[in-house]
């Protein structure tokens, strides 16, 4: 089977060390520097999609746990994993660093069109595998929004205040799309990370 790849670049803007969820955009329908287009409604996956440190399969670091499919993008939830093994520290480390910059789905295409006049290819209809931190950067628009230091049960647990809407997770107030969502607890989260660009390689 034949991986398809595409990159987006991570810019961190805030991180919170007690947890490692983080919010922002896998994919948007914006051509790569390859000359392809991923069309985000056109994604097929199944919750948790697993998060890979350089897309290898022998290095996973955590689940994308949420995602949201609209015109402008997939909006997903990812956490990466505590207390587990020292190689997953250091990718955390890395990523909060800046040394890992890139965030990159590992897909499969299902239905692709040739772009006229172009190398480049449309996938109109793609298999979500996995989802990879990874030091590749890329394609402009696609943005981490936030990555969220409490859930609003547990920000209300711990400090008797109500949350603010105009903190709320873009994801979960989006009017369009569909949102997809694991029944976990709710967890402390971190707070944000940005995405800016997609490439394509083949392996």
Same mark, same amino acid.
């Given at each position: 089977?034949?991986?398809?790849?595409?990159?987006?670049?991570?810019?961190?803007?805030?991180?919170?060390?007690?947890?490692?969820?983080?919010?922002?955009?896998?994919?948007?329908?914006?051509?790569?520097?390859?000359?392809?287009?991923?069309?985000?409604?056109?994604?097929?996956?199944?919750?948790?999609?697993?998060?890979?440190?350089?897309?290898?399969?022998?290095?996973?670091?955590?689940?994308?746990?949420?995602?949201?499919?609209?015109?402008?993008?997939?909006?997903?939830?990812?956490?990466?994993?505590?207390?587990?093994?020292?190689?997953?520290?250091?990718?955390?480390?890395?990523? +909060?660093? @800046?040394? *890992?910059?890139? #965030?990159?789905?590992?897909? &499969?295409?299902?239905?692709?069109?040739? /772009?006229?006049? %172009?190398?480049?290819?449309?996938?109109?209809?793609?298999?979500?595998?996995?989802?990879?931190?990874?030091?590749?950067?890329?394609?402009?628009?696609?943005?981490?929004?936030?990555?969220?230091?409490?859930?609003?049960?547990?920000?209300?647990?711990?400090?008797?205040?109500?949350?603010?809407?105009?903190?709320?997770?873009?994801?979960?107030?989006? +009017?369009? @799309?569909? *949102?997809?969502? #694991?029944?976990?607890?709710? &967890?402390?989260?971190?707070?944000?990370? /940005?995405?800016? %660009?997609?490439?394509?390689?083949?392996?």
């Amino acid at each position: 089977m034949t991986m398809t790849r595409a990159y987006s670049l991570l810019e961190i803007k805030e991180i919170d060390e007690e947890s490692r969820r983080i919010t922002g955009i896998a994919s948007t329908p914006k051509t790569d520097r390859a000359g392809d287009i991923v069309m985000p409604e056109g994604a097929v996956f199944t919750l948790p999609i697993p998060f890979l440190y350089q897309h290898d399969s022998r290095q996973p670091i955590g689940h994308v746990i949420e995602a949201k499919v609209s015109k402008k993008g997939i909006e997903i939830v990812a956490e990466i994993a505590q207390g587990v093994h020292e190689d997953i520290d250091k990718a955390w480390k890395y990523i +909060k660093a @800046g040394l *890992v910059r890139g #965030l990159s789905i590992g897909f &499969r295409g299902i239905d692709t069109e040739q /772009i006229p006049n %172009s190398w480049g290819m449309i996938f109109e209809k793609w298999e979500w595998l996995e989802l990879s931190a990874v030091t590749i950067p890329a394609n402009a628009d696609a943005t981490i929004q936030s990555i969220k230091q409490y859930d609003a049960e547990a920000l209300k647990a711990a400090t008797g205040a109500e949350p603010n809407p105009a903190d709320a997770d873009p994801a979960a107030t989006g +009017k369009e @799309g569909r *949102v997809v969502k #694991l029944d976990a607890p709710a &967890r402390d989260r971190a707070k944000p990370f /940005i995405i800016r %660009s997609i490439k394509r390689t083949l392996s």
